[in-house]
């Protein structure tokens, strides 16, 4: 079995899940590669305006690797090829698959662009697309991430996989003293009406990775906007108190489904003492949770299992 996963460089909480995907089934001992693109189709993408692009980010992949031991690697011309994949990650390089290879789009690929005959949807996200019959394909393996991001149109037998990953090494809680004031996180949620019209700090979501835990590291509180975001625990686990904003009539229920008692360890929805306490006192059941290559392995070969019975005739 051959599989393929559509990825991007940039570094957020759904181009983390995929990589670690790929470098679970390569552990359990699948042939599965991260294709890297410089962009996700959308419904306006002009198809061949759109290989223009990628093939100019293949050339400059492959530049950077001639001269990846330099300086010049490192400037912000080359930033995106600078950020070190996951270990035990394999690239594929072209864009051609064959009749039997099994691709993987996240939700936000619009249509098929490579031409896949074996198609699974994972929804990392709400789908962006829903109603709209030519996003994705008819006979498409749709699965989710979580049961709130489930469409139960596309997957009404709520096939659900689920895959995490954390660097310890990088995000951790360094600073034991006293800590004041606040920075923010907005991401997913720049479109909210309740944005502030002033920040009385940072806002860290385009900080580089080792920024971002600094500030962590230094607030008392981070503000965030974005509902859905793993730097709320990421904040936790910094020693920061995250508190992410509800959006007016909503709950943590809401955000985060049937498990919303487990997945809220560390972190406080909504802004009263009572869930601020609550964030404080379960961090540790946060901290003691976030070995994942158990569940990793265990959903990775659900999902073998699920593209198994959709396409079958492939392995016959």
Known sequence: MKIVIVN???????????????????DLGYDAKVFYVHDFPSPTTNIKVYWLGWFKYFIKSLIHVLIRHTSIANSERFAVFSSAPLPGIKEKRTPWVSRKT???????VYGNFLNAKNVVRWLLYYNRYKGNTS?????????????????????????????????????????????????????????????PTLYDGPIIDDFPEDAKVKVLNNCQYCYIYDTQ?????????????????????????????????????????GKTSDEIQRAIDTRQLLLEGLNYKDANEKNALYLVDLIKEKFKEIFL
């Open 8 to 26: 991007s460089r940039k570094i957020y909480g759904g181009t983390l899940v995929l990589s670690a995907l790929c470098k679970t089934l390569r």
């Open 102 to 108: 099994i691709v993987i789009y996240p939700e936000v």
């Open 135 to 195: 996003a994705f394909g008819k006979n498409d393996l749709v699965i989710s991430y979580r049961d709130v991001f489930n469409d139960e149109v596309l997957n009404p037998l709520k096939y659900c996989v689920k895959i995490n990953h954390f660097n310890s090494s990088l995000y951790k809680q360094y600073n034991f003293d006293k800590r004041t004031g606040c920075c923010y996180i907005v991401r997913k949620g720049s479109k909210r009406k309740d944005l």
């Open 229 to 269: 975001t793993f730097y709320s625990r990421i904040a936790a686990v910094c020693g920061c108190i995250p508190i992410v904003v509800l959006e007016e009539g909503k709950s943590k229920e809401n955000y985060l489904g049937l498990e919303y008692d487990k997945l809220s360890y560390g972190v406080a929805y």
